[in-house]
């Protein structure tokens, strides 16, 4: 009986230790040279943000309701939910009251306000104008507690920042090679950020830009701990009966 039972707690720790999983976000090196990571990670003191396609944008003007849409100094909900805003089409335009077709794809929130208050002081003495971006995001996906789609109105948000809003890292969180994501025209950057080392905390604590994607990958023990919890306690059933059966031979 011993016998018997101890080759079948060897089959079940063989089919433990076959069935492995690849996280495919642990691995070491990220695609992009050093000079990739200076110009597009890390020297970005000046970063503004440029209107893009499909953003949803909000226009207030200081009591003229007419010339806004989904203004925060009116009465009603500016949020993306419940509010009202304008997209950016295909081809980088808005409809803007009393304007018409507006071009304002790769244009900054400033320089986009300063325009506005041309256009508008042709009907109000020196318009106030402010402009809102509702679905400038950053992605945190992987091993901390909240992972979310994370809304952000200012430009510098830290990485440390945005893995706090997720309220911090999981226990099996790999923060070795965590990786920021980040598409800049039509190629992808990957940044991969050691939080582990001490020193050099401007080049870890880098700012995040909307669009960002952050993965936190996990230890690669991860998939192995939580297969030999499922096989302890199967074992010590086995263990039970064995005993049960010699007690009862």
């Not at 209107?51 to 309701?65: A, L």
């Not at 009251?97 to 986009?112: D, Q, R, S, Y």
């Not at 992808?188 to 001490?198: M, Y």
Request: with cysteine; proline share 2%.
């Amino acid at each position: 009986m011993t016998v018997r039972f101890s080759f079948i707690l060897l089959i079940a720790l063989f089919g433990l230790g076959s069935c492995k999983t690849h996280n495919i976000f642990w691995q070491k090196n990220a695609n992009n040279t050093v000079e990739d990571l200076d110009s597009v990670f890390l020297y970005d003191e000046g970063y503004q943000y440029h209107i893009r396609k499909d953003d949803k944008i909000t226009i207030s003007v200081w009591g003229q309701d007419d010339l806004s849409v989904g203004s925060s100094y009116g009465i009603y909900n500016s949020n993306e939910v419940y509010g009202k805003w304008l997209m950016v089409d295909s081809r980088g335009n808005i409809e803007v009251p009393k304007l018409g077709t507006l071009k304002v794809e790769n244009k900054t929130i400033i320089e986009l306000k300063e325009e506005l208050r041309v256009h508008f002081g042709e009907w109000v003495r020196n318009p106030i104008v402010d402009i809102k971006v509702l679905n400038r995001e950053i992605t945190i996906l992987g091993e901390v507690r909240d992972p979310q789609v994370i809304n952000v109105d200012k430009e510098k948000n830290t990485l440390i920042e945005i893995i706090a809003r997720c309220k911090g890292f999981e226990f099996y969180a790999e923060m070795r090679y965590i990786k920021v994501f980040r598409q800049v025209g039509e190629n992808v950057h990957v940044a991969n950020i050691d939080l582990t080392k001490s020193g050099d905390y401007h080049l870890k604590n880098i700012n995040l830009h909307p669009g960002d994607v952050v993965v936190v990958p996990s230890k690669k023990h991860k998939n192995f701990d939580r297969r030999i919890a499922t096989v302890i306690p199967f074992s010590t059933t086995l263990t039970a009966a064995a005993i049960f059966m010699g007690a009862l031979l």
